[in-house]
């Protein structure tokens, strides 16, 4: 072989590895090993809209994040398919609000999983009044036993994390607080079952847990989170909004917290042995200035006159582009956001007078970390807009309130009512 042979060859093999080295270190290369997912749900005929809520954000959520992490989500209300389910066709069941009841689809749902199967399951997957109805389910895969109390209403809950090495918990701190959700307590203590692992609990900081004084956990050992070391298999207690339930609508996001999330998505890749990502879920971002504009009239919120002192009357204008009419959103404590204005970034949306009623003003105030200057972005069925939600409104007797535009002429202040599904309560952010 001649020289000039030699140096194209030799050039051909390093062309060749550039390629191949090129080709592995590429996003898809990198991106999660593809896998499937089949979550079962039963919708309005599972008998609760806070559930119905949840499993219907879920299917929102879960192929967004499944397009970003490589895999596919299909949800189906036909729980027969799990007779004769296999790994091979889906490699995740989830049960999102419901749990197999005939006998064909629990047989064939404990015959996936001792076949290589995964599970990830939430909130009322594990009801049951009575635990010898499925044993194997109840008592022994999930290790609950019957339910025994709940808390009311939907709150948020401080919790610890148990296993910090386990894969779901990777990202999730030692403490964290939970997005929304009723909790569930059960007949068994699964600290004295050997095959459970205890991913998370409630920190005694959380009591009282719960609204309602006559249904509230003030004190005890409640797990949210676990595994079993038997199986391929996650549960997380959590799975039901907050609701208006006479107008049909959340007032809280199940997928609104980051370390809920975190969990949720590294638990699932870890169940589909798919590489560990560190991918945010989160849509909006805490370091961009958003201008949030009304559905209902199309007006921008929008600090008056420019403002930048606390008691500044936060209203509605028409959109120009300004810098007092864009807003921050960064994460103080679980789902919870301080809203805050380009202009004075200390200075916060604020409910005056810490008020839970209908029609408080809504100002710009120093950030202290008052409940009335938190909020939670709740994304609607749109996909593009939002309600934003005011946290110590919960302490209120009547419904979460909702940040409102009274009426649609400029310079109107802006007041929470409550959250009632109308336009507008509907934000969107650009």
């Known amino acids: 072989m001649n020289a000039a042979k030699k140096l194209v060859k030799t050039l051909a093999l390093v062309f ?3 390629v191949t080295a090129a080709l592995l270190t590429t996003p898809a290369a990198h991106a999660a090993t593809p896998f499937k997912v089949l979550a079962f749900y039963t919708g309005p005929a599972e008998g609760d809209a806070a559930h119905v809520s949840f499993e219907t954000e879920a299917r929102t959520w879960f192929p967004k994040v499944g397009a970003q992490n490589g895999f596919t989500f299909t949800a189906t209300t036909n729980w027969d398919q799990l007779n004769s389910l296999t790994a091979s066709q889906y490699q995740v069941v989830m049960f999102l609000d419901d749990a197999p009841h005939t006998s064909a689809e629990r047989t064939g749902f404990q015959n996936y999983m001792n076949n290589g199967g995964a599970f990830f399951g939430f909130h009322v997957s594990a009801f049951t009044t009575n635990g010898a109805d499925w044993d194997w389910y109840y008592n022994q895969f999930l290790g609950t036993g019957a339910f025994e109390t709940n808390t009311w209403g939907p709150s948020a809950a401080i919790l610890d994390n148990g296993d910090p090495s386990h894969p779901a918990m990777r990202r999730v701190p030692a403490k964290f607080t939970s997005g929304v959700s009723e909790w569930y307590s059960w007949q068994h203590d699964l600290r004295q079952n050997p095959n459970i692992d205890v991913l998370a609990s409630v920190d005694p900081a959380s009591f009282p847990l719960g609204t309602n004084a006559s249904q509230s956990w003030t004190s005890g050992y409640y797990p949210i989170m676990w595994s079993n070391k038997k199986y391929k298999m996650l549960y997380a207690n959590f799975g039901h909004n907050d609701m208006n339930y006479s107008a049909d ?4 996001s199940t997928f609104a917290d980051p370390a809920q999330d975190a969990f949720i998505l590294d638990g699932l890749l870890s169940l589909a042995g798919a590489p560990a990502t560190d991918q945010s879920t989160d849509p909006v971002s805490q370091s961009q200035w958003y ?17 930048t002192a606390s008691g500044t009357v936060i209203q509605q204008y028409a959109c120009n582009g300004t810098t007092a009419q864009q807003f921050q959103f960064q994460y103080v404590d679980g789902p919870y956001t301080r809203i805050n204005n380009r202009n004075a970034p200390a200075e916060v949306l604020d409910v005056t007078g810490k008020s839970t009623a209908d029609n408080a003003p809504i100002q710009l105030w120093t950030y202290s970390s008052g409940k009335n200057q938190q909020w939670q972005l709740v994304p609607e069925a749109s996909g593009t807009t939002y309600r934003i939600v005011n946290r110590n409104s919960a302490a209120g007797q009547g419904h979460m309130k909702c940040l409102t535009s009274p009426s649609s002429a400029d310079s109107v202040q802006l007041q929470q009512s409550a959250c009632n599904g109308a336009a507008a309560q509907s934000f969107r952010l650009q």
């Open 16 to 18: 060749s590895a550039l």
């Open 249 to 252: 609508i959340a007032t809280s």
């Open 291 to 307: 201008t949030l504009v009304n559905a209902g009239n199309g007006k921008c919120v929008d600090a008056r006159a420019a403002g």
